[in-house]
């Protein structure tokens, strides 16, 4: 992988490189869910510049809930995800 490559094209190397390693029934399962998942999820991304619904999550900083609409009422909103400790 190198710097140039698009994140895309790095996953389907590391998929095809897998799959050659991996019996033909998880590969199989493997694809089928990685389609399903997107499926669900790449039509509807939002476009750039389009507003969010509103939502609610976890601020695990201050341990509340808070909602897009309550953030927004400070200004603008930056949401950052992290994977934590794994």
Request: proline content about 3%; glycine content about 4%; hydrophobic content about 40%.
């Amino acid at each position: 992988m190198t710097e140039d490559t698009l994140l895309d094209d790095d996953l389907k190397v590391i998929r095809e490189q897998s799959a050659q390693r991996m019996p033909a029934e998880i590969v199989e399962t493997m694809e089928k869910s990685i389609d399903e998942i997107e499926a669900m999820t790449i039509g509807r991304a939002l476009d750039v510049g389009a507003q969010a619904p509103d939502f609610e999550l976890r601020d695990v900083t201050h341990d509340r809930s808070v909602s897009l609409s309550q953030a927004l009422a400070d200004g603008p909103v930056v949401l950052s995800f992290y994977r934590g400790e794994w």
